[in-house]
């Protein structure tokens, strides 16, 4: 009776941690014990280990079996560890070899007939192997082409127990056993939807071009049908394509979640999230009365957060994007773990300008109905949402206007626009105008002359602007002076940033 030893991932949240599992066989009543704080589905594992080893022709000795998960006081959830449970115990009785089970991470579930099974989360877990030093890892076949978007690992894909002996042995007699990487899964290209579809509302096109060149969040208020859906559906397709980390951090989440495309590619096109406004906190916010799962918020991440009819969304949750909006993170606390989301999106919120969706003179709801309606929408959510358009119906003379500008044009001026963020911003720690801290703006060498921000100060003075809002004024004017081609923002960009984000016009809508 022997002892072996393996590594294995497990998730919290969008991140993975290294587990060292170790199995050991004494003598004692037959029994099969683990630690390691493990949740339901991985102390499981035994049960369905045992028969799967079975099926494979070897039969482990009766006695008292220990497996550990160590660390001992990180919480351990899910299936994944079944493999790395399923090598521990063969090693230990001499049917793989140790030293080399020691030094691979496997990851994937095992069925009671000894085949392996995907898991959700490949990505971050390898991710957490290759940063500890390790260099191989298994997996199941049809999470290894994932498993290689992250480089320094070599990547051995299984569909069995037994290609897991075979590829061990082959190792023991010499041969540098290459399992093959299964062919690509086919997939169609997402379809993009581009701004020429949209039909007049020059204004709110602007606007839209706006939040894309600094990353502003955008508030979309008119009667149904205006456009309001389309133009939000259309910010995606004029940002520009994610940097390499940001791909992989978005991809990460889309991999917990289960949610990757077919092609098992890097998500290099910012996400379009949108959430029913039935969604609950945990869906949208992240979380879950077991293991923490990501919300809608992490899934926008460096995307498009989308919240249609916004007034109905619960308040709870509404006030829950408050925190990450600041951040660029939701930090789910339970009693023996916090657990950090990725949350740096760009908020777009559309809504009716009453209950009945009137507006224009044809709305039928009194007064105090009305207002209470966009009442919802708490005052400190509006205040960190840069950009408030009204969108007003179309009208029979915009069907005879010239088509409007296509996604690909709009991108164009938008990439120009952050070109020239990136230049500024070189040295910070941030590159968007809308990441830009307000004493960055409001002192030292990018602090406007006084005349050029006077609008800002009197409104200050008059306490209808606070300070926040005054920061989230002065970033709008320096992407209005960026998508012009300008040095500095001067007093109309200042002027046009306070008017854009008053919303008196808004409510009138």
């Known amino acids: 009776m022997g002892f072996a030893q393996t590594r294995g991932v497990t998730l919290s949240g969008v ?13 004692g009543l037959p029994v099969f014990v683990m630690s390691g704080l493990a949740d339901t589905a991985c102390r499981q594992a035994p049960d369905r280990v045992r028969p799967a080893i079975r099926n494979l022709g070897v039969t482990l000795p009766q006695g008292r079996w220990t497996v550990n998960l160590s660390p001992a006081g990180l919480p351990k959830v ?22 080399q089970v020691a030094r691979t991470v496997h990851i994937g579930e095992v069925g009671l007939d000894g085949t392996i099974r995907p898991v959700a989360g490949v990505l971050p ?10 260099q191989d890892v298994m997996v199941h076949a049809a999470g290894a082409r994932e498993a290689a978007l992250v ?8 569909r069995t127990l037994e290609e897991v002996r075979h590829f061990y042995e082959a190792r ?25 579809e949209v039909v007049g509302q020059a204004v709110a096109r602007s606007a839209v071009e706006l939040a894309a060149a600094g990353g502003h969040n955008l508030m979309l208020v008119g009667p149904p049908g205006a456009g309001k ?9 004029i940002l520009p394509p994610l940097t390499q980390d940001d791909a992989l951090a978005v991809t990460a989440v889309h991999s917990v979640l289960g949610l990757l495309p077919a092609g098992d590619a890097l998500l290099t096109t910012p996400q379009f999230v949108a959430p029913h406004h039935s969604a609950s906190m945990a869906a949208v916010i992240g979380g879950g009365s077991g293991s923490v799962r990501p919300g809608a918020v992490s899934r926008a991440h460096r995307g498009v957060l989308f919240l249609d009819e916004a007034p109905e969304f619960r308040r709870d949750v509404l006030d829950g994007l408050r925190q990450p909006l600041e951040s660029g993170e ?20 559309a809504a009716n300008p009453c209950p009945c969706g009137g507006g224009n003179g044809r709305c039928v709801c009194a007064p105090a109905r009305r207002a209470r309606y966009l009442a919802r929408l708490s005052g400190p959510l509006l205040d960190r949402v840069d950009i408030k358009v009204a969108v007003h119906p179309v ?38 105008n809308a990441e830009a801290p307000g004493s960055a703006l409001r002192q030292g060498p990018w602090q406007l002359a006084p005349r050029d921000r006077r609008p800002l100060d009197d409104a200050l003075d008059r306490g209808t602007l606070t300070l926040r809002g005054l920061d989230r004024c002065l970033r709008v004017a320096w992407t209005l002076a960026d998508l012009e081609g300008a040095d500095r923002p001067t007093h109309p960009h200042v002027h046009q940033a306070l008017t854009m984000r008053d919303a008196q016009g808004v409510k009138a809508a």
Do not use: K, N, Y
């Open 229 to 237: 859906t389309m133009l939000a559906e259309r910010l995606p397709g």
């Open 330 to 349: 939701v930090v789910i606390a339970r009693a023996d773990r916090h657990v950090r989301l990725p949350a740096r999106f760009q908020l777009v919120l």
């Open 172 to 196: 023991s007699a010499g041969v540098d056993a290459v399992l093959p990487m299964p062919d690509p899964a086919p997939c169609d290209p997402p379809r993009v939807a581009d701004l020429a």
């Open 125 to 134: 877990m390898v991710a957490a192997a290759a940063a500890a030093g390790v």
């Open 15 to 27: 991140e993975g941690h290294v587990v060292t599992v170790e199995a050991q066989c004494s003598s």
């Open 78 to 99: 899910g299936s994944g560890l079944d493999l790395a449970v399923a090598a521990a115990l063969l090693a230990s009785e001499g049917h793989l070899d140790r030293d």
């Open 151 to 158: 480089s320094g690992v070599r990547v051995h894909p299984v």
């Open 395 to 432: 009208a029979r003379a915009d069907l005879a206007l010239a088509r409007g500008e296509a996604s690909a044009t709009v991108a164009q001026r938008v990439d120009r626009a952050r070109q020239r963020q990136r230049v500024r911003w070189r040295d910070r720690p941030w590159s968007l």
